[in-house]
């Protein structure tokens, strides 16, 4: 089911429910989000016509939207796929009505001003309240913020307040930027999106657990490692003796720098390598490919293992994971 887009400037997608019928508005606006944004089941109040209008623009490397909603519940399982283009985290600035954020056990509870952050590929849970809300979303590339920001994971699903502080500085920027984007050049609106994500950055660090302090250099080596990780995950005998002498660092030193992240280097290697899986089974060039060619191809050697691994992350089976997508 689909409708053709209005057109807008700047590359900007307008798509809104008020051009389909009232009964096919929620498996059309799932679409649309599906498509747009991350594979979510979506919920309204049985009272009520759920309505929402999207306004998408390009914004760099990021992606800007500008949403109002009546009252609607977004949720992701473990099982629900994800495209590569859809590899990011979604800062979330309410401009009124009500929120709720949950993910990672963590619930942040937004009011008008207030930011949050959520990883769209994890499970989460977003619930806008009453008639009307209206919120701004911010796209950002995994990497890109991965690489700013030490403990990201850590920093999904907690309140930046929007009244004061760094937060109101980002906040306002990001509804000022929102709110001018057609009266602006392309190169000036463009220019505009490293000066936010440079905020919002600030935003996000100001509210990071205590316990997360890498510094620069010990930063550098994490991301270094990670980037050693993602060339080499194809090789079945990669391990952390290998890596640790690709890094020219101790295991230990390195163990100690994934503890930031709640993690260890391994159960690292093993989450991307799942990951990877998960979007090579639904990538329709895989589409003939026996799963277990898929699990070897990204360094795993034991399928019956790979299956179980693969069910404990994503909460289904390979097979039913490659099969979610048809739904």
């Known amino acids: 089911m689909s409708t053709l887009p209005h057109t807008c400037v700047k590359g ?102 207030d930011i949050s952050l959520y990883d769209a590929t994890r499970p989460h849970r977003v619930h806008c309240f009453g008639e009307l809300s209206k919120m701004i979303y911010l796209s950002i590339p995994r990497a890109v913020l991965r690489d700013r920001v030490a403990g990201i994971d850590r920093c999904t699903a907690l309140l930046i307040p929007g009244t004061k502080g760094i937060g109101f500085v980002a906040a306002n920027f990001l509804h000022s930027s929102a709110t001018h984007a057609d009266q602006l050049q392309d190169h000036e609106f463009s220019t505009l999106s490293d000066h936010a994500l440079d905020l919002l950055t600030l935003a996000i660090t100001s509210v990071r657990p205590g316990d997360i302090n890498l510094s620069r250099s010990r930063l550098g080596s994490l991301n270094g490692i990670k980037t050693i990780v993602e060339q080499n995950l194809r090789n079945a005998e990669l391990d952390a003796s290998l890596i640790s002498r690709y890094a020219g660092l101790s295991t230990r030193y390195i163990n100690d720098l994934f503890a930031e992240e709640a993690t260890s280097l391994m159960r690292y290697v093993w989450t991307r390598r799942l990951e990877n899986c998960g979007k090579d089974l639904l990538n329709p060039v895989f589409a003939d490919h026996r799963i277990s060619d898929i699990a070897f191809r990204w360094g795993f050697n034991d399928a019956a293992h790979f299956s179980r691994a693969f069910k404990q992350q994503f909460g289904c089976s390979p097979r039913e994971f490659r099969c979610s997508i048809q739904r």
Do not use: K, M
């Not at 992606?63 to 992701?76: A, F, G, K, M, N």
């Open 12 to 113: 900007s997608l307008t798509l809104s429910t008020s051009d389909i019928a009232p009964r096919e508005r929620a498996d059309w606006l799932r679409e649309v989000i599906c498509r747009e944004y991350t594979h979510v089941d979506i919920s309204s109040p049985p009272h009520g016509e759920l309505s929402q209008e999207l306004i998408i623009y390009p914004w760099g490397n990021l992606q800007l939207s500008t949403i109002q909603s009546s009252e609607i519940s977004l949720r992701r399982s473990h099982s629900e796929p994800h495209l590569n283009s859809q590899d990011a985290y979604f800062a979330v600035l309410l401009l009124s009505g009500a929120g709720l954020l949950e993910q990672h056990g963590r619930e942040a509870f937004l009011q008008p001003g």
